[in-house]
DNA sequence: TGCCAGGCTGATA
DNA sequence: TATCAGCCTGGC
């Protein structure tokens, strides 16, 4: 078990942000994640978080997970003083972290996120889980299935996950995982490429456009660059920034304010 | 019942 | 290069 006092960290917000499908909050102050293989229970009471894994584990995985060596602070200290919309913004969202998850784990998650609402994303995330995930037993006994690898889905036809509740999705990810296990795009290589390029390279991945792939580069790649445009945020810009978004004021962490922005729009109203 | 949800692909002009 | 229909499906 560990426990440690954290500013700027709060569990509720991260739960409902819509970076993680798979952190759940299955009664006040407690929270399950599971990440990849690997499965966390936690609990937070103001400042005070209790993560419920050894300290080796928290300091070789979870502690970068949540991002925990990051200073948010300086990202919330930079919103220009006289924008009361991001101030407000800020202002509720805050505790907010963009969690350094699993490459393949967000290509696929991302990938079933479009047209889709996140009860349902996580539904099918669940679904594909169950269903070509390992099954595992955590520390306390809890049972819970890992995320499916790409070759877990290799061979299967294209409409194979409609049963998933993937609907028309299905052939995204099946040939996705395909075009990864056959080499034909390298997660490694994505893993070290600066901004642009990864986009690019993802871009190239059936079913991912430029919305998918800057969250793929956000969520997964840690590039804080990356600010995806998707309905919310495309009416919050039009509605509050109307001359344009001033951009250059947050350069190199345009993707936190993005964030910000996007939990704003879904619960400040 | 009909519409929409954290878009993307493929056809068409 | 831009525009637009069509797409699975559950929930309201």
């Known amino acids: 078990m560990v426990k440690m006092k954290l500013e700027n960290f709060d569990l509720a917000h991260i739960c409902e942000s819509g970076q993680c499908f798979r952190m759940t909050q299955p009664e006040a102050n ?32 979870w502690r970068h997970y949540f991002d925990l060596d990051t200073d948010y602070k300086k990202f919330k200290d930079a919103v220009d003083s006289e924008d009361e919309y991001l101030n407000a913004a800020v202002k509720l969202g805050s505790g907010i972290r963009i969690l350094n ?43 819970y299935y890992a995320f499916p690898k790409p070759e877990a889905f290799l061979g ?9 509740n993937l609907g028309y999705r299905s052939k995204y990810v099946v040939r996705t995982a395909k075009m990864v296990v056959e ?33 793929i580069c956000l969520f997964a790649l840690h590039k804080l ?25 947050y350069e190199g962490f345009e993707g936190v304010i993005q964030q910000y922005i996007f939990f704003y729009e879904l619960f400040g109203k």
């Open 225 to 249: 660059e990356a600010f995806p445009i998707d309905t919310h945020i495309n009416q919050a810009l039009n509605a509050n920034y109307p001359d344009g978004f001033p951009f250059e004021l």
């Open 30 to 61: 407690k929270y399950e994640i599971i990440a990849t293989d690997k499965y966390l229970r936690a609990e937070q009471y103001g400042d005070e978080v209790t993560f419920y894994c050894n300290e080796d584990e928290f300091e070789n995985f």
């Open 156 to 164: 299967l036809p294209e409409d194979a996950l409609m049963e998933c």
């Open 183 to 215: 080499g034909d795009i390298s997660l490694e290589a994505i893993e070290k490429m600066p901004y642009k390029e990864a986009k690019e390279e993802l871009l190239k991945l059936y079913g991912v456009g430029k919305k998918v792939a800057d969250c």
């Open 101 to 143: 998850q699993d490459l393949w784990e967000m290509i696929v998650s991302f990938l079933i996120s479009q047209q889709n609402n996140i009860t349902r994303i996580r539904k099918c995330i669940n679904n594909i889980s169950e269903k070509y995930g390992e099954k595992k037993t955590a520390e306390d006994g809890t049972k």
